[in-house]
C-alpha cells in the first residue's frame, strides 16, 4: 500500500477483482464476457470464498445445501418479515435484515453449531480416524463424543426437530447426494454415526435434522466453520424473498399482527 503523503492515492488490494470504466474483472475473469450465463451461482459463491474453481461434485453438493436450507417454514423468521415489511419505513430492506437476523440467531445457527461441533472432535481425533467403510469405528468415535457432551452438558446440535420427529426428509438426501459425487466426508460420517448411537446415551431417538446434516456436509467441502451460519443466511434469502412476494399478493400481516396484539397479555416488570 502506498502512503498518500507520496503523492499518490492509497491502494488496497483485493484477491477477488477489479472494476474500471470498461470492465469488471472477478476472480480473474471479464465477469460480463466470460462467467455471466456460464457460472451458476452456487459454483460462483464456492469460487469466492476457496479462491479456486469448484469441481462439479462440489458444487452439486453445496447447492443441495442451499435449497435444503432454503426451507423457511412457518417460523418466527417468516412472521418477523412479514411484519417488518408492513412496518418498516424501509421495507423491503428492513424485511430482510429481520428475517435473516431472527433466522440466523436460532434456526440457522444449528448449521454452524453441527459443523463446528463435528470438527472440534474430529480435530482431536487427527491422524487416528476410521476408515471410510469403518462403521463400527465411526460408532465408537461418535459415543464417546456424545458421551463427552453429555457429560459437559452441552447440547449435541443436529439432533431433534419441532416438525419431523421421526426423520427430516433432507438427511437421507444429502447423505446420498454427497456419497455419489464422492463428497461424504468425515464430517458427514461422524454425524451419520451420532445418529446411530446417541439413543444409547440420550435415552431416545432422535432425528438428524437438515440444518445440522447442512453443516456436516458444508464442513466436509472445507468451507470455513466460521462461514456456515453466513451459508445458511444466504440459503435462507430465498425463503425470504417468497414470503415477502407472498405478502404482496396475498397481505396476511396485518392479521398477523392484531392476532398477536389481541391475545398477548401485559404484565408488569419485576419490582414494579
Same mark, same amino acid.
Given at each position: 500500500? @502506498?502512503?498518500?503523503?507520496?503523492?499518490?492515492?492509497? @491502494?488496497? #488490494?483485493?484477491?477477488?477483482?477489479?472494476?474500471?470504466?470498461?470492465?469488471?474483472?472477478?476472480?480473474?475473469?471479464?465477469?460480463?464476457?466470460?462467467?455471466?450465463?456460464?457460472?451458476?451461482?452456487?459454483?460462483?459463491? !464456492?469460487?469466492?470464498?476457496?479462491?479456486?474453481?469448484?469441481? #462439479?461434485?462440489?458444487?452439486?453438493?453445496?447447492?443441495?445445501?442451499?435449497?435444503?436450507?432454503?426451507?423457511?417454514?412457518?417460523? =418466527?423468521? +417468516?412472521?418477523?418479515?412479514?411484519?417488518?415489511?408492513?412496518?418498516?419505513?424501509?421495507?423491503?430492506?428492513?424485511?430482510? +435484515?429481520?428475517?435473516?437476523?431472527?433466522?440466523?440467531?436460532?434456526?440457522?445457527?444449528?448449521?454452524?453449531?453441527?459443523?463446528?461441533?463435528?470438527?472440534?472432535?474430529?480435530?482431536?481425533?487427527?491422524?487416528?480416524?476410521?476408515?471410510?467403510?469403518?462403521?463400527?469405528?465411526?460408532?465408537?468415535?461418535?459415543?464417546?463424543?456424545?458421551?463427552?457432551?453429555?457429560?459437559?452438558?452441552?447440547?449435541?446440535?443436529?439432533?431433534?426437530? #419441532?416438525?419431523?420427529?421421526?426423520?427430516? #426428509?433432507?438427511?437421507?438426501?444429502? !447423505?446420498?447426494?454427497?456419497?455419489?459425487?464422492?463428497?461424504?466426508?468425515?464430517?458427514?460420517?461422524?454425524?451419520?454415526?451420532?445418529?446411530?448411537?446417541?439413543?444409547?446415551?440420550?435415552?431416545?431417538?432422535?432425528?438428524?435434522?437438515? +440444518?445440522?446434516?447442512?453443516?456436516?456436509?458444508?464442513?466436509?467441502?472445507?468451507?470455513?466453520?466460521?462461514?456456515?451460519?453466513?451459508?445458511?443466511?444466504?440459503?435462507?434469502?430465498?425463503?425470504?424473498?417468497?414470503?415477502?412476494?407472498?405478502?404482496?399478493?396475498?397481505?396476511?400481516?396485518?392479521?398477523?399482527?392484531?392476532?398477536?396484539?389481541?391475545?398477548?397479555?401485559?404484565?408488569? =416488570?419485576?419490582?414494579?
Amino acid at each position: 500500500m @502506498q502512503h498518500p503523503a507520496n503523492g499518490q492515492s492509497p @491502494q488496497y #488490494p483485493t484477491s477477488l477483482g477489479t472494476s474500471d470504466a470498461d470492465t469488471i474483472t472477478l476472480l480473474g475473469h471479464d465477469l460480463a464476457g466470460e462467467l455471466m450465463g456460464r457460472v451458476g451461482f452456487g459454483e460462483l459463491a !464456492l469460487w469466492l470464498v476457496t479462491q479456486r474453481r469448484p469441481e #462439479p461434485g462440489e458444487v452439486r453438493v453445496f447447492e443441495a445445501v442451499l435449497v435444503a436450507l432454503a426451507d423457511h417454514g412457518f417460523t =418466527p423468521t +417468516a412472521l418477523a418479515t412479514r411484519l417488518t415489511y408492513l412496518s418498516a419505513p424501509d421495507s423491503v430492506q428492513g424485511a430482510l +435484515a429481520a428475517g435473516l437476523l431472527g433466522g440466523g440467531s436460532r434456526f440457522l445457527g444449528v448449521t454452524e453449531d453441527c459443523g463446528a461441533f463435528l470438527h472440534e472432535a474430529l480435530t482431536a481425533h487427527e491422524g487416528r480416524l476410521p476408515g471410510d467403510t469403518d462403521d463400527a469405528g465411526w460408532d465408537r468415535l461418535a459415543l464417546e463424543t456424545v458421551r463427552a457432551a453429555r457429560a459437559e452438558r452441552r447440547l449435541v446440535p443436529g439432533l431433534g426437530h #419441532p416438525v419431523h420427529r421421526i426423520r427430516d #426428509p433432507r438427511t437421507p438426501v444429502l !447423505l446420498a447426494i454427497a456419497e455419489e459425487n464422492g463428497h461424504k466426508g468425515p464430517h458427514l460420517r461422524l454425524f451419520e454415526a451420532v445418529g446411530r448411537v446417541h439413543p444409547q446415551v440420550l435415552g431416545r431417538t432422535l432425528p438428524l435434522n437438515g +440444518a445440522g446434516v447442512c453443516g456436516a456436509a458444508l464442513a466436509d467441502l472445507g468451507l470455513p466453520i466460521g462461514l456456515l451460519r453466513g451459508f445458511a443466511l444466504l440459503a435462507r434469502t430465498a425463503g425470504l424473498l417468497g414470503h415477502l412476494a407472498e405478502e404482496q399478493r396475498s397481505p396476511l400481516g396485518m392479521d398477523v399482527y392484531l392476532s398477536v396484539d389481541r391475545n398477548a397479555r401485559y404484565v408488569a =416488570p419485576p419490582g414494579d
